[in-house]
């Protein structure tokens, strides 16, 4: 008899998120099956990047395992810790190891495109970082124009979230990016990002920068 009891994460109008267990292994279930008949095809799509992403990733400490991915279901491996809003690191040690890690995304090709949201960054038991939720990565490897551009928003996303908790570690030209954003980020934040807001709030019930979902029946 099976008695494994599912932890529902998150839950909206893109499918649920649970902490399940397989083969008595921890592990993360995205179920596509869930999202609204509407969100379906782009729900399928985010799952298959992330897929996509992880594969690539794989072997790289601080990055969920893909399991599985067949259509309809997500699995990735389960990294114990807590969000970055819960944990609020100010260990020095963490942004170099958050620097480092986003170094190796880099070197394979992988943009997160998402690391304005503190959930995506993990605070593990032992103070090292670990990014979750590759749903709009840039997985196309090729490390052009864009790619640096987006790369270095990646970056840029990490060194503010640097600056909230642990401002006094910022170097000088950790905070000359800060000084000065990408002008595709300029421009988004001056017209797109209204849209953007009102889209996720009204949609999909996001209400704050934690990026979390409303929890829906």
Not at 44 to 60: D, F, I, N, P, Q
Request: with cysteine.
């Amino acid at each position: 008899m099976n008695t494994t009891r599912d932890t529902l994460l998150k839950a909206d109008e893109l499918g649920r998120i649970e902490l399940t267990e397989r083969g008595g292994v921890s592990v993360i279930r995205r179920d596509i099956g869930a999202a609204r008949w509407w969100a379906r095809a782009f729900a399928r799509r985010a799952a298959a990047r992330e897929a996509r992403a992880l594969a690539k990733l794989a072997g790289v400490d601080g990055v969920p395992s893909l399991l599985g991915w067949n259509g309809h279901e997500l699995l990735r491996g389960y990294i114990a810790g807590a969000p970055m809003q819960q944990a609020q690191p100010r260990d020095r040690a963490y942004y170099r190891d958050a620097l480092r890690l986003l170094a190796v995304l880099h070197r394979r090709g992988i943009v997160h495109n998402d690391l304005a949201k503190e959930p995506n960054w993990l605070v593990r038991s032992d103070g090292r970082p670990a990014l979750v939720d590759f749903q709009i990565a840039w997985t196309r490897g090729r490390r052009g124009a864009l790619f640096r551009l987006l790369a270095r928003e990646d970056l840029r996303h990490l060194l503010k979230h640097k600056r909230t908790y642990c401002p006094e570690a910022l170097s000088a030209r950790q905070r000359t990016i800060l000084d000065q954003p990408a002008a595709h980020s300029r421009l988004w934040r001056a017209t797109g990002k209204r849209l953007y807001k009102l889209i996720a709030r009204r949609v999909f019930g996001y209400w704050d920068n934690e990026g979390q979902g409303r929890i829906r029946d």
